[in-house]
């Protein structure tokens, strides 16, 4: 049986305490016989993200599998929750409250590591063509790609990119 939202919620807040300062969950109540009281709650998968699965006592059938950032929010805010969530230090498993925010896909991705290999900067690509070798600055808004500019060096390039970055991603805008 899958739980909605708002039972998931009234389950977690029964079998689960967090702290918003420091962002992690712990047991207020054993889920089952694996965990004791106290101890934190969930794993850390491989990309980083710390998830909480459990079946809040309901057996197998009930398990619920959260997200520990998407689980904090609701416990904090409520509902609805928005369809995605930033961190903001991008470190996954910091789920203190005040590392998380809103965000669209274009701002969630601003605020990734990016840097192109070759030019060593997010948004700057080089080329070698006929109009010579330029460093080429561009955003990626929305899933279209425009274009800010054509320059002599990397750094002017970056330098250009992070000023229409700013303008378009405000506090999502990264240069790294």
Known sequence: MM????????????YLDYDEDTGVFR?????NDRVMVGDEAGSVRDDGYRLISSSFGRGTAGNTQLLAHRLAWMMVYGFPVPAMLDHINRNP????????RPAD?????ANMRNKNPRSGYK???????????K?????????????IGRYDTA???SCAYMK???????????AD
């Open 3 to 14: 739980h909605n939202e708002s039972e998931t919620l009234i389950l977690a807040l029964q």
């Open 27 to 31: 047991w207020k109540k054993k889920p």
């Open 93 to 100: 498993s910091d789920n203190r409250i005040e590392n998380i």
């Open 105 to 109: 896909k274009s701002r969630n991705a």
């Open 123 to 133: 948004g700057v690509t080089f080329r070698d063509g006929p109009l010579g070798r």
């Open 135 to 147: 460093y080429i600055a561009r955003i990626t808004v929305s899933g279209h790609i425009y274009q």
């Open 155 to 157: 750094k002017e390039a």
């Open 164 to 174: 229409e970055a700013m303008s378009v991603f405000g506090e999502f805008a990264r």
